[in-house]
């Protein structure tokens, strides 16, 4: 071709390296040729081509492609490859020099350079000067990638050149294979191409010496298969004759097959040292990978040859390949390995050193790894060869964020523990031995009790198994270890009852399709039809089979608060029709008068909640007479609920015990949260009680006020619903309203008074709440025009000034929740904590019921102050205000003068050093926290007013009174900083003025704020503009893409022949688990289990998993995720209702939970 490169004449002239020496080019080795061989099956000559071959083959073979275009083959179609392959053969057989030109030529062009060797020269040429030649060319940029390149062309190139180099070695193997010339040229050169600079030689190199050495081996297992046929039939004729021309002739072929089988895995062992010993380790990670790949099916099919020690501890080194492709090649190969009984002796020694770093992978960073991980070490738990001592950080995965990894350990868990098919020899539960759902019921309750101090890890772990463990739909055997029936076999303790109760409700979830645990995706789950029937069936199922047992598991723990939540939630999930098509109508009723009689016996919110959506759904589900009776049920339980209110309340007018009161109050509060509940004549006795006893117990306050509140929600909700409303309506309304704002007032005015002593936490998180949701749900601009206007309410200046005092007081208490020496209940702790308040003051500004200038700056001053969820809170309602408000300037620059004044007052009013420390801190922070949001590549010119306005009012506030100049340092300055040149010029003269005629060197120390602040901005004008420009444009340009990497870094010598494999000939002492360890992303997602583990055994366990994840921040982002959550949508809310904050969009049921 033109633009092929000749060898020049000095280079092809010099002497040749040492190397194997090579035989004649006849393609008949000495030894290998026999005239006396019979013609029979083991004649391993080449046979010569047919005389009459069909004319078409011949022509297809000839049309097809020429010996001189070898690389379009590879290039295009490669279905012609065999035939290309079988032409070239027979041109080698006849002139060898020639066609090994080409062929070299082929190999130098999959590579990506033109260049031909002179066939004259071929035996005189040496390979290193070519790859030297070569290796010139790619520094000149004269190759070209085919293997990369995204070309429609180049799509199979890899295949194709896989194929060619099999085709060739298979076409070979009864002669061209072992003439010790044609193949060992080959490898010369693949082998020096394999370790040059350029990386597509080194990546073509590598893949056609691993395809040599895994077509040599199949050429090698035909050959073993031949000589153990002719070992066989040797052995019978000497049986026969122990000499005889038949007998020489067999050891003859013997002999031959087996120099033919050393032959071959000489040829594999010179790839494997001079290729793969130096290109595992390649900088590139797929060359890494594919000779990973590439050893790991070696060994399993040649393991006479490589399964040993010296080439086992390539796969366990590359464990801790940095790259997560090659670790997962290492780990898959490990399996296939450890799947055959046969190879488990051999890798005793491997096993040995390299277990633990299997089991460090099931955590590994990258999920497919850890799941091929846990696979692994399945099956080496399936051999019994880890110890299980070393399977406890195994098991703390079951809680792990990833559904993958959580799938792999529960299968795993499940076949090792629980179905125990990995230990024979361990002896089987007692019990029949066709019972096994009963035995793994009983060892699933075994692994729960490590998790019942916490409902929500024990799901996890049921999740995980689930899907594995047949025994979890069994609802027969459930319900009858439920219902203890066979007390001599099942002995119980109350915590497994508690947790099968709760491994029944979470299996029936599971067997209709729901989620119980959290998911990081959360749209609506949608079934294909497939699913849809079996999640009907699943129904049918679950409800023929709870029939019968539902009314007595519901009599044997109806008292029972903890199980009650659990077997209640199951009604919910069955086909309530079956009992009419099934004639189970008594059943149903019975049921139903349990519920009514369980809904009474209990005080707790969540069997309380229980008994609520369980009546509701069977009025809401069943059909005919069965909804009427539903329905009745219902009515009965609420006539009865306000028979007792009533009752309660009475005594407590005459004095007696309130508890009565905090029970059924509770009980109104969990039913109004589903329905309105009919309690007019009951509103004017509440507001007795809370005017007339004072000295209430602050709980049962708390939740009159909240059932007073839902109340006055659903009596709007009926108003503004209903198409015609009456005056009286109207009336009655704002007369429930006032009265209670008047309580709320009232329980302001006396939480404030007693400044936390007296008046319980959650009272007065419970007054704020409802009072912001109050007015959010009253406000003004929410009624004008409208019929309802005189509906509208604006609270008070001094109100809203009181509410943020106590909202003040109750974010500085310590912690998070409430703490445990005041009286009250933990079941609502949720609804009463720095989160709760937050979002209710946020809300009022965010929805207008407040002016933002009567709060905003209030609250954003409390930015930094109260934890990560609280400040997402804040950043909300900044981001929120700037939307609304082009100026906000008076908004930041308030709530910091609000942050330093308590800076100034724990400096002057406080001995305490370390609160004003505290306080300068907090300052800071918001200052730097709140001039982020004025940083971007394009600043709007609002913005640069806005940052101008709060940095030169910030200067005027400094220097009103005596005392606030540090505010120029601690706050002033972080926007001060994001001024351009042009603004600083005003900014010092300005303060020239306010300090012209004052000696700043009378008081050093009180000056020097302003003379650091002074400072900073002289040297932010007197930077050259310029300079700061041709900077920020050089940065812009290094962000489009990667740095380049050091073009002189040395690399090792291209053609050394000296091995430096013998050093790493002993598996032991490798130093690649140090150096190659897992690289661990800063922002790795910490599973959102982590977050709510109560468990100090858990925690002990995955301390060492953690120390390597920036847990902190991980569990910060994961609540910010749920404050976003609630947040969101604030201001599309119009009916909101507080019973635990729940809320409620426009349009959908009242009572629905978001």
């Known amino acids: 071709m033109e633009d092929e490169h000749e060898a020049p004449d000095q280079l092809v002239r010099r002497s040749k390296r040492a190397r194997v020496p090579t035989k004649a080019y006849d393609g008949q080795p000495s030894g290998f040729d026999s005239e006396d061989e019979s013609g029979d099956e083991f004649d391993v000559r080449r046979r010569k081509p047919s005389k ?15 010996f001189e275009n070898l690389i379009e083959v590879v290039k295009s179609n490669g279905k012609h ?19 090994m030109v080409e062929l070299l030529t082929m190999l130098f062009e999959v590579c990506g350079a033109k260049y031909r060797i002179q066939g004259e020269f071929l035996d005189e040429t040496n390979v290193d000067d070519v790859v030297v030649a070569l290796v010139n060319l790619a520094a000149q940029g004269k190759i070209e990638d085919y293997q990369s390149s995204k070309k429609k062309e180049f799509r199979s190139f890899k295949e194709n050149l896989v194929s060619f180099w099999d085709n060739l070695v298979l076409e070979c193997q009864n002669g061209p294979l072992f003439d010790q010339v044609l193949f060992d040229k080959c490898m010369d050169y693949v082998i020096a191409l394999s370790c040059t600079p350029p990386r597509v030689f080194r990546q073509v190199a ?3 010496g691993l395809q040599l050495v895994t077509s040599f081996m199949g050429v090698a297992k035909i050959l073993g298969a031949q000589r153990q046929t002719t070992q066989r039939q040797l052995t019978a004729e000497k049986k026969k004759n122990s000499d005889g021309p038949h007998v020489e002739q067999l050891n003859k072929r013997l002999s031959e097959t087996h120099e033919k089988i050393t032959m071959i895995e000489e040829m594999m062992r010179k790839i494997f040292t001079g290729l793969f010993m130096h290109r595992y380790r390649d900088i590139d990670a797929e060359i890494r ?7 790991g099916a070696w060994i399993v099919s040649y393991p006479s040859l490589f399964l040993q020690d010296l080439y086992l501890k390539y796969l366990g080194w590359t464990l801790n390949d940095k790259n997560a492709g090659v670790r997962k090649a290492s780990v898959l190969a490990l399996q296939k390995l450890y799947d055959v009984d046969d190879n488990v002796p051999s890798l005793g020694l491997f096993t040995e050193r390299f277990y633990k770093r299997m089991l460090d992978l099931a955590d590994d960073i990258d999920i497919s790894v850890a799941v091929c991980a846990i696979s692994l070490v399945k099956q080496l738990l399936r051999h019994q060869l880890v110890p299980d001592d070393d399977l406890g950080s195994l098991y703390d995965l079951l809680i792990d964020d990833p559904p993958e990894i959580r799938r792999a350990i529960g299968a795993l868990v499940y076949d090792h523990v629980i179905a125990q098919k990995f230990n024979s020899s361990q002896p089987r539960s007692s019990g029949d031995e066709g019972d096994t759902s009963q035995i793994h019921l009983l060892r699933m309750l075994q692994i729960l009790r490590e998790f019942s101090t916490d409902q929500v890890l024990s799901l ?18 459930i319900t009858s270890m439920l219902l203890d029936e066979n007390p001599s076999t099942i002995d119980l303790t109350d915590d497994d009852a508690t947790n099968l109760a709760r491994l029944f409700c979470a299996s ?3 067997a209709v399709g729901e989620k119980i645990v959290p998911a990081a995706d959360h749209r609506k789950q949608n079934h294909t039809k497939a699913q849809r029937e079996v999640i009907q069936n699943s129904r049918k199922e679950i409800t023929v089979s709870m029939m019968k047992n539902y009314p007595q598991l519901m009599r044997k723990y109806m008292a029972d608060k903890t199980k009650v939540p659990s077997l209640l939630e199951i009604i919910s999930h069955m086909d309530l029709e079956l009992y009419s098509l099934k004639g189970q109508e008594q059943k149903f009723k019975t049921l139903l008068q349990l519920i009514k009689d369980t809904f009474f016996k209990h005080g707790d919110k969540d069997a309380l909640r229980s008994c609520v959506e369980a009546i509701i759904y069977c009025v809401n589900r069943s059909q005919g007479e069965l909804q009427d009776y539903a329905q009745n049920k219902l009515k009965e339980l609420e006539d009865e609920l306000i028979s007792k209110l009533k009752a309660a309340i009475k005594e407590v007018a005459d004095g007696d015990d309130e508890y009565l009161l905090l029970v059924n109050m509770k009980r109104l509060h969990e039913l109004q949260l589903k329905m309105p509940v009919p309690i007019e004549n009951l509103y004017d006795d509440i507001i007795m009680v809370l005017k007339n006893f004072r000295n209430i117990d602050d709980e049962v306050a708390s939740f009159l006020l909240l059932n007073m509140y839902m109340h006055v929600n659903w009596c709007l909700y009926s108003v503004m619903t209903s198409t015609v409303f009456s005056e009286a309506s109207l009336s009655s309304l704002i007369f429930k309203r006032d009265a209670l704002f008047d309580q709320l007032e009232h329980f302001l005015q006396i939480s404030l008074e007693a400044h936390g002593k007296g008046v319980s936490r959650a009272l007065a998180c419970r007054v704020c709440t409802i009072l912001a949701e ?4 009253f406000r003004k601009s929410g009624y004008n025009s409208s019929k309802a206007e005189s509906l509208g309410y604006c609270p008070d200046p001094s109100t809203i000034k009181n509410f943020w005092k106590l909202c003040e007081q109750q974010l500085d208490i310590s912690g998070n929740i409430i703490t445990d020496d005041e009286d009250v209940n933990k079941q609502y702790v949720e609804e009463s904590n720095r989160d709760a308040i937050m979002i209710a003051a946020a809300k009022l500004v965010a929805n207008g019921a407040v002016a933002k200038e009567n709060l905003a700056p209030d609250i954003i001053s409390h930015y930094t102050m109260h934890g990560p969820t609280v400040a997402e809170v804040v950043k909300f309602l900044i981001v929120n205000t700037s939307k609304k408000d082009k100026d906000a300037s008076y908004i930041f620059l308030k709530a910091l003068e609000l942050a330093h004044e308590r800076y100034l007052t724990a400096l002057y009013t406080s001995n305490n050093e370390s609160l004003s420390a505290t306080r300068l801190q907090e300052c800071k922070d918001l200052a730097s926290r709140l001039s982020v949001f004025f940083v971007g590549t394009a600043v709007p010119e609002n913005l640069k007013k806005t940052i101008l306005k709060i940095v030169e009012e910030g200067v005027s506030y400094a220097f009103n009174a005596p005392g606030r100049l540090s505010f120029l340092t601690c706050a002033v300055t972080y926007f001060a900083s994001k001024l351009s040149k042009n603004d600083m010029p005003n900014i010092l003269k300005k303060l020239q003025e306010l300090t012209r005629g004052v000696n700043t060197d009378e008081d050093p120390s009180g000056w020097r704020p302003y003379l650091t602040f002074l400072e900073s901005l002289r040297e932010k004008s007197f930077k050259n503009e310029d300079e700061r420009e041709v900077k920020e444009g050089t940065t812009a340009k290094r962000g489009r893409g990667r740095p380049r990497k050091n073009p002189k870094i040395e690399g090792k010598k291209l053609f050394d022949e000296k091995s430096s494999s013998e050093e790493e000939d002993e598996i032991h002492g490798s130093d690649n688990d140090e150096d190659e360890e ?8 910490v599973p959102l289990i982590q977050s709510i583990r109560a468990s100090a055994k858990l925690r002990a366990l995955r301390i060492s998993r953690d120390e390597n994840r920036n847990q902190g921040h991980q569990v910060e982002s994961v609540l910010v995720v749920l404050t976003v959550q609630v947040l969101v949508s604030l201001e599309d809310l119009e009916w909101v209702c507080t019973g635990g904050l729940c809320r409620v969009k426009s349009g959908s049921s009242l009572g629905a939970l978001v």
């Not at 035939?83 to 053969?89: E, I, L």
């Not at 109050?774 to 749900?777: D, I, R, T, V």
């Open 52 to 66: 009459h071959r069909t004319a078409e083959a011949v022509a297809a073979a000839s049309v097809v492609i020429g």
């Open 81 to 99: 490859i065999p035939q290309v392959v079988k032409a070239w053969v027979e041109q080698y057989e006849k002139d060898p020099k020639p066609a």
């Open 206 to 208: 590598s893949l056609v």
């Open 289 to 295: 990978m594919s000779c990973i790949q590439s050893l």
């Open 460 to 477: 996890y772990v049921i999740d995980d198994i689930w899907e594995f463990m047949d025994a979890m739909k069994d609802w027969k055997h």
């Open 508 to 510: 029936v979830k599971k």
């Open 774 to 777: 109050l007015w959010c749900l």
């Open 1078 to 1085: 897992n690289q661990v992303d800063e922002d790795e997602q």
